[in-house]
Antibody, heavy 118, light 110 residues
Framework: QVHLVQSGAEVKKPGASVMLSCKASGYTLTYYYMHWVRQAPGQGLEWMGI????????HYTQRFQGRVTLTRDTSTSTVYMELSSLRSEDTAVYYC???????????WGQGTLVTVSS | QSALTQPRSVSGSPGQSVTISCTGT?????????VSWYQQDPGKAPKLMIY???KRPSGVPDRFSGSKSGNTASLTISGLQAEDEADYYC??????????FGGGTKLTVL
């Protein structure tokens, strides 16, 4: 069965960068796009971007352009999300979610809490 | 792109029906039949309830249904149960590989 397992919680200082991982199992990584979504404490879901693991092409929402980078390692079936120039407003749970056509599927990672604090 | 508009909260008594709306534009909800709905319990990852406007993944009760008219999509839950109390988010494809979520609706079962 499909599983997306994300890396553990992170605590970072403002201005730093964070790289999160999302390891896929139960299917071939390159067959489906992967989305990243975040949720600040008490807030709603916010779509960040998408990567095509087959060729590494990416698309980001304008709000995160220049600060977020999605990459993948097909040898380990892992997708990575790097967010730079962190600020306190980036404190959130970050999710990876497998794509399905032009939507997100029902397969989501467990989420990774990133806390940005001085 | 701007978030889709959902009511902040809705409520209903057990056995009743409730409908949650999700309003976008012709660039997202109105332009594609790729609206999905997620249910989220506190501290948990979202659970897919409806995809492609009105399709239910296996295991989702048929009490949950989706529809769309113009730029507004709707999730209807009939025969409300206590376990349906959660946050609900709509999600739409918005072209050029991008996706947009609604702000979320808190459903309270009275």
């Amino acid at each position: 069965q499909v599983h997306l397992v994300q890396s553990g919680a992170e605590v970072k200082k403002p201005g730093a960068s964070v790289m999160l991982s999302c390891k896929a199992s139960g299917y071939t990584l390159t067959y489906y796009y992967m989305h990243w979504v975040r949720q600040a404490p008490g807030q709603g879901l916010e779509w960040m971007g998408i990567i095509n693991p087959s060729d590494g092409s990416t698309h980001y929402t304008q709000r995160f352009q220049g600060r977020v980078t999605l990459t993948r390692d097909t040898s380990t079936s892992t997708v990575y999300m790097e967010l730079s120039s962190l600020r306190s407003e980036d404190t959130a749970v970050y999710y990876c979610a497998r794509g399905s056509g032009n939507s997100l599927s029902g397969y989501w990672g467990q989420g990774t809490l990133v806390t940005v604090s001085s | 792109q701007s978030a889709l508009t959902q009511p902040r909260s809705v409520s209903g008594s057990p056995g009743q029906s409730v409908t949650i709306s999700c309003t976008g534009t012709s660039s997202d909800v109105g332009g594609y039949n790729y609206v999905s709905w997620y249910q989220q319990d506190p501290g948990k990852a979202p659970k897919l309830m409806i995809y492609d406007v009105n399709k239910r993944p296996s295991g989702v009760p048929d009490r949950f249904s989706g529809s769309k008219s113009g730029n507004t999509a709707s999730l209807t839950i009939s025969g409300l149960q206590a376990e349906d109390e959660a946050d609900y988010y709509c999600c739409s494809y918005a072209g050029s590989y991008t996706v947009v979520f609604g702000g979320g609706t808190k459903l309270t079962v009275l």
